[in-house]
């Protein structure tokens, strides 16, 4: 099985991504200080989804609980990984996999200092970053809030 065939059926959820203006937001930590990055994200466009990778097996209910108590407007999908995948290599596969449907503008919301407000981590954004340029659909904005 491919990474792009165990990766779609993740995506649980139930706005469709067929509308232009997709703004993808990847998030390290649901309860990390990202809401100011999220606000300043949905700028960009007018449906933002937020992407969080998670251990395989983990329970997602209270993560998703916690995350539309925090942000009720903006969708969250769960990618699981087993333990010898990298965060930024799933986040990249997925944004390929939803590139083929529309254009992306990946935002990647890390803060400047140590405490900003940020949805990923300087490393993670640096990762995400260097896979996503060869992506010709996915446009890749580094947005530093504080």
């Known amino acids: 099985m491919t990474t792009a065939q165990r990766i779609r059926p993740t995506c649980t959820s139930d706005i ?5 203006g997709v703004v993808v937001v990847p998030v390290d930590d649901v309860a990390a200080p990202c809401h100011e990055a999220i606000v300043r994200a949905r700028c960009f466009g007018r449906m933002v989804r937020a992407v969080h990778v998670c251990p395989a097996g983990a329970d997602h209910q209270e993560l998703r609980r916690c995350w539309q ?8 999908v769960i990618i699981d990984a087993r333990s010898h995948e990298r965060s930024a290599t799933l986040i990249a596969d997925w944004v390929e996999v939803m590139s083929s449907v529309d254009d992306l503008l990946v ?3 890390d803060g400047a200092e140590a405490g900003d407000a940020h949805a990923v981590s300087t490393d993670l954004a640096t990762a995400l970053d260097a896979a996503l340029v060869t992506s010709p659909k996915v ?7 504080g």
Do not use: Q
């Open 107 to 109: 935002v990647l919301a």
């Open 69 to 76: 108590t925090a942000h009720p407007l903006v969708d969250l």
């Open 139 to 145: 446009l890749v904005a580094h947005l530093h809030v």
């Open 16 to 20: 469709a991504l067929s509308a232009r």
